[in-house]
């Protein structure tokens, strides 16, 4: 079957204060990436995978708003035929495994493919959007639909207050600059639901709230403003204030083992912490100045340059 590769995604800023209406940047990262085919069902990754997106396909069939944009039937049919989606994207890493899948889904089975031809017209996110964030519900148990935006529309996106849902463009990269953002390994699995569960219960402290929208979110939008206007001195100092607080008032975002590390980063000038996504495990986001000194901490874990500056 001739179907479109979908990249995995990272949220460099916005994790948690979009939920509470901060700015963020997510943007398509093409080192992980998906796409659907047709394989043997007695290969067991196809069974697996197969067996997944049937329980997906029972779910959307069961939702009326989706009938009338996804061909169920013929969806269906391929499942019998042994659909199955072949990734390389690691599950329950923060980096839009699920995304990925609904948006290939979304792709190859739409009805109207005048949403494929116009899907970057601005009248046009908001429905996928809401499309998105019904389908990768499924996943979740409640989803933004930003993953698979993301995925589907492999451009990065600008999330804004003010202003909405919007793609936007990144600054230049310069791949022979010393700085840049990164990503570790943690080797650590994480549940991005109970996660999030965890930290509304947090927010029914008004301490805990008020702090978290008077400095969080703060730091936050700075970070989003200060990247794509290229301001990286700027961005690395907001971003230990964001590694900072979440260090004395959010430790559950920082996966086990990893808190020593974390305090290093806030007490030098080498690197800086924080979540990617909603934390916990999986991937963990950095920044420096200087690239090779900050791998020089990180010599036990995968290290992956992200955007150099």
Known sequence: MDSSVFYSK?????????????????????????RLKIGDLNIQ???????????????????????SLIKLDRLF?????????????PSGYGVGSSGAIVAAI??????????????????????????????ESFFHGKSSGLDPLNSFLKLPILINFS???????????????????????????????????????????????????KEFIRYTNKCVENFLNSEFNELFMNTKK?????????????????????EKGINSEDFVLKPCGSGGGGFILGLSMDLNKAKSYFSKFSFKVVFSF
Not at 45 to 67: A, G, P
Not at 242 to 262: A, D, R
């Open 163 to 213: 202003h909405g849902i919007q793609t936007t463009s990144l600054p230049i990269e310069y791949t022979s600059g010393n700085g840049g953002i990164f990503i570790i390994d943690s080797d650590l699995n994480r549940n991005t639901e109970s996660l999030v569960n965890l930290f509304f219960e947090l927010m029914t402290d008004k301490d805990v709230s008020n702090a978290f929208d």
């Open 242 to 262: 964001i590694s900072k607080f979440i260090l004395e008032n959010f430790e559950f975002m920082i996966p086990k083992g990893f808190k020593n590390l974390w």
């Open 77 to 89: 049919d391929d499942l019998k035929s042994g659909l199955f989606f072949e990734s390389s994207i």
């Open 106 to 135: 979304y792709e190859h089975y739409i009805r109207d493919e005048y949403e494929i031809l116009n899907k970057t017209k601005k009248n046009r996110i908001s429905d996928l959007i809401k499309n998105f964030s019904l389908m």
């Open 45 to 67: 990754k196809v069974v697996d995978s197969n067996s997944n997106l049937l329980e997906f396909y029972n779910y959307l069939s069961k939702k009326s708003e989706i009938k």
């Open 10 to 34: 990272i949220l460099l800023f916005g994790e948690y204060g979009i939920l509470k209406n901060s700015n963020g940047l997510s943007i398509p990262y093409d080192q992980y990436s998906g």
